[in-house]
């Protein structure tokens, strides 16, 4: 049969066992010690206590007297016997210069010789000792008796050992007693802290919280993602290399509140929050993150753990395929049209009518010709040409027009490195789709974009629209994340104008809105053309706006 072999116990249970045995070496060190002690300040008062008696007796005028008649234990043994019980010590011994008694609690002793030494007091000296004698041990004095300058007797008192001891005994019981309390009182206490040592640590052994603390150390630097914990008071207890990354932290970010980190007010007020919050989209000054907060609770609030991921390339990647979209929704509803101009051509012709056929077909080509030419002309860039023509036919499509200014010109070759054409068609898509969205709904919705450099060191980017326009009051708040003035859709609202401005800022630019001429908004972005060394370097205020639309 195989016993079970006993697993290690919990940290908590080893701490109580070292404590309980700390605690129990402690108590009985300290009770031993006073013991001793006790024992020790017994005896010397006892050798006080002897010394006292001695003198007394010797110095007594009586007693002198009394060795001077021919019998002095006559007179001497009452008295010892009597002084004896007055003073409470167990023998008051009086003999002569030789050492023979004159006194002695037990009377056949009496004419014996005295055992102790008695040299010193001889020599004139009291002192005390510890000696075994007829009584037992005992702790005594010895004293000379004087009659004038001459040496007539010796007088001996003292105090047994045993009768020390129990004297002692009697201070150990209590001690005892004491000490027991206190071991009961350490272990109890001892057991209260432990256990809730063990609730904290889930009575996991100290080599399971090793382990556990690695793991958590390597998974905390293994995920990509960024990772944050605060604690109760909002301040930052544990952020991951990834998170540092994504919220540009210093490493000795540990410690300090999240209001001092210096991060976007929408992404500190959702750190702050008390509930929690699932897939925020938030915007830094050059990063688009989601946001999921869990708030620590063990029957008080803890903390909060902090999920961030970026999304940065996803929502250009997105934005990109909103364009493709609408672009396909464009071509579909174009090649709709040129089949039903096509069968008009068709039906021309076998109805015999060729000349009118030829003069159809060749007033739609000279339509869209025109159109092209007009934004190729006025855009050489092919990309924003591409997404020119891409949102016209969409605006078409929803019933809005949408024209290129005549001052429009920008000249292919002329964007630096710096400024990728992914960046100007978040900013120009994104202004185009919300100025078409204002304008429906109308009289004679029309959309104007205007593309321009301005002394060959800035592009101009202008939009805009006849809808009804931006109040005041809320110039700023249509750049926050999240504001908006349309229904909520599937994937939520408010985020295209904090795009443009968040790719403006970044590099180096700005974004404005006023009421254009005639009504409506006027939406202006203004990009350095040279390379100034701002990118990646916004403003504070320009980097916390998020977004609208």
């Not at 919990?10 to 605690?23: D, N, P």
């Not at 002569?96 to 004159?102: A, S, Y």
């Not at 063990?198 to 382990?211: D, F, I, K, V, Y």
């Not at 023509?389 to 010109?409: F, I, P, Y």
Request: charged share 20%; proline share 5%.
């Amino acid at each position: 049969m195989r016993l079970p072999v006993p697993g290690p116990r919990s940290l908590a249970g080893q701490l109580f066992a070292m404590q309980a045995v700390l605690l129990a070496v402690v108590v009985a060190g300290y009770a031993l010690f006073t013991y001793l002690s006790d024992r020790s300040q017994a005896e010397e008062a006892a050798g006080r206590q002897a010394v006292a008696v001695a003198r007394s007796v010797a110095d007594s005028p009586s007693v002198a007297a009394a060795i001077r008649t021919a019998d002095p234990t006559a007179a001497l043994q009452p008295y010892a016997l009597r002084v004896m019980r007055d003073t409470d010590v167990d023998f008051v011994t009086i003999m002569d210069p030789r050492g023979i008694r004159w006194t002695h609690p037990d009377r056949d002793r009496i004419g014996e010789r005295f055992r102790g030494h008695t040299e010193q007091a001889l020599r004139g000296r009291t002192f005390t000792e510890t000696y075994t004698g007829t009584l037992g041990p005992s702790v005594r004095a010895v004293t000379p008796v004087r009659d004038g300058d001459r040496i007539v007797g010796l007088v001996s008192a003292g105090i047994r050992v045993e009768a020390i001891t129990r004297r002692v005994q009697s201070q150990v019981t209590a001690l005892v007693g004491v000490a027991a309390g206190v071991l009961a009182l350490g272990a109890v206490g001892t057991y209260v802290v432990n256990a809730r040592l063990r609730r904290h640590t889930h009575g996991m052994n100290a080599t399971e919280l090793s382990r556990m603390h690695d793991y958590h150390q390597a998974a905390l630097h293994a995920v990509r993602e960024g990772l944050l914990m605060l604690d109760g008071q909002y301040r930052v207890a544990l952020i991951n290399d990834g998170g540092r990354e994504l919220l540009g932290l210093p490493a000795g970010a540990v410690g300090s509140s999240v209001a001092e980190l210096g991060l976007p007010p929408s992404l500190t007020g959702a750190l702050l929050a008390s509930e929690p919050r699932v897939d925020e989209v938030h915007l830094t000054a050059d990063r688009v993150l989601v946001v999921n907060t869990s708030p620590v609770s063990g029957g008080e609030r803890r903390g909060t753990v902090v999920t961030l991921r970026d999304v940065t390339e996803l929502q250009s990647l997105m934005g990109e395929l909103d364009s493709e979209r609408g672009f396909t929704q464009a071509l579909r509803s174009q090649a709709h049209e040129a089949a039903n101009r096509l069968h008009t051509v068709v039906s021309l012709i076998e109805l015999g009518r060729s000349e009118e056929a030829v003069e159809f077909a060749t007033a739609e080509l000279e339509l869209a010709q025109a159109l092209t030419d007009q934004v190729v002309a006025a855009v050489g860039e092919p990309v924003l040409a591409a997404l020119l023509l891409g949102k016209t036919a969409q605006a078409n499509e929803r019933g809005v027009e949408l024209l290129v200014s005549d001052d429009s010109r920008l000249d292919d070759g002329l964007l630096p490195p710096s400024l990728p054409a992914r960046d100007l068609v978040t900013i120009l898509g994104n202004l185009i789709d919300n100025a078409v969205d204002a304008a429906r709904g109308g009289v004679r919705p029309r959309v104007t974009v205007t593309a321009l450099t301005e002394g060959g060191a800035e592009l101009v980017l202008r939009v805009c629209d006849t809808g009804p326009g931006v109040d005041p009051a809320l110039a700023e708040a249509v750049f926050e994340r999240g504001f908006t003035t349309k229904p909520a859709g599937p994937g939520g609202r408010g985020l295209g104008l904090a795009l443009v401005r968040q790719a403006a800022v970044r590099h180096g630019g700005s974004l404005t809105v006023a009421e254009a001429d005639g009504g409506g908004a006027r939406f202006e972005v203004r990009l350095p053309l040279r390379d100034t060394g701002a990118r990646g370097a916004a403003a504070p205020g320009h980097a916390r706006a998020g977004g609208p639309a």
